[in-house]
């Protein structure tokens, strides 16, 4: 059974485009701004693929819970978690997506790389990072104490899911299991031997009398979803701050009473209020420059929101946050 769906991230999409437009941008930052967008939206793609082959098998299915895109926050550690399956059996697989194009190459020590034409990349082992994940997640299951009918903790297996497109060159199987390794589309085919291949084990659990309930079992993907914490879609790091030169000001009239002036036409009759001056009433949590008194981005006025201690509470256009320490 179908319990979550992937968290819809074209906010974070729109924000990223939009800070591209951007002329106060240096070069590491429209660097950041590039791979950070090409990284998400392959991510996207590759997650939004492999769900239609896990929704296609197992969204019907009453002996399995299926949860995509889950991230849990325990103790200070987070773990983050493409796909997850939990089973009858106190089982749990954890999903990996990879959305390569190229040639995925593994080695007999476990070590992953993509190849694209000459040239090869090496990547972090996706198996190693899914036991890291899981690793924070039985903290979460001992919490919630979830454990199979026999008290003992869940078993975890770990598989990568790769693009159908993709092609994966392969160790020998004893030098190093690649098994876990699948393509997307391969899936059901691949749960379907996994499952017969284990079905001396689940013999044996259920003469142990240890298959739960599927009720048991949704219970379980219930308790895990409400521990599930998105990321903050808006959230930039430190240094995609404002760092263009500060605006020079030029002697003006005061603006009549009331009327907001475009962002261009800056007045020094004002100086930008430090973060621990009172925020005015009638200019915080809106999206008005309160230096310049312009109108300015949804995504200038959440950055100031997410730092309101440095902005007290007030927002500012780009040129003019650099102002405010």
Request: proline content about 5%; overall charge positive; hydrophobic content about 40%.
């Amino acid at each position: 059974m179908l319990l979550k769906s992937a968290d819809d991230k074209t906010k974070r999409v729109r924000l990223l485009e939009d800070l591209q437009k951007s002329t106060q941008l240096d070069a590491r930052q429209r660097d950041w701004l590039k791979d950070e967008l090409d990284r998400l939206r392959k991510g996207m793609a590759g997650e939004k693929a492999a769900a239609h082959y896990l929704d296609n098998h197992l969204a019907a299915s009453k002996n399995n819970v299926l949860l995509h895109d889950l991230r849990f926050e325990v103790d200070g550690e987070v773990a983050q978690v493409d796909h997850m399956v939990i089973t009858r059996a106190a089982g749990i697989l954890l999903f990996e997506t990879k959305n390569f194009s190229g040639n995925l190459r593994i080695n007999e020590h476990g070590e992953f790389s993509v190849n694209y034409g000459s040239r090869e990349y090496g990547i972090p082992s996706p198996l190693e990072q899914s036991r890291r994940h899981a690793n924070v997640l039985q903290k979460l299951l001992d919490k919630l104490e979830i454990t199979s009918r026999i008290g003992k903790r869940m078993e975890f297996r770990h598989v990568v899911l790769v693009d159908p497109k993709a092609t994966i060159t392969r160790p020998a199987a004893k030098a190093f299991d690649t098994s876990m390794v699948i393509k997307a589309d391969q899936f059901p085919d691949w749960h379907k031997r996994f499952a017969d291949e284990d079905l001396g084990v689940l013999d044996v659990v259920k003469t142990l009398g240890n298959l739960r309930s599927p009720e048991t079992v949704r219970g379980w993907g219930e308790k895990l979803l409400r521990q599930h914490r998105p990321a903050d879609l808006l959230r930039l790091p430190d240094f995609m701050a404002p760092k263009g030169p500060a605006v020079p000001m030029v002697d003006a009239p005061a603006a009549p009473a009331g009327v907001v002036q475009e962002r261009s036409a800056c007045y020094k009759a004002a100086p930008a209020p430090s973060a621990t001056d009172a925020p005015s009433p009638d200019l915080a949590r809106k999206l008005i420059c309160a230096h310049c008194r312009g109108k300015i981005s949804f995504a200038e006025g959440r950055f100031c929101c997410n730092n309101e201690k440095r902005f007290g509470g007030l927002q500012y256009c780009r040129e003019h946050q650099a102002l405010v320490r």
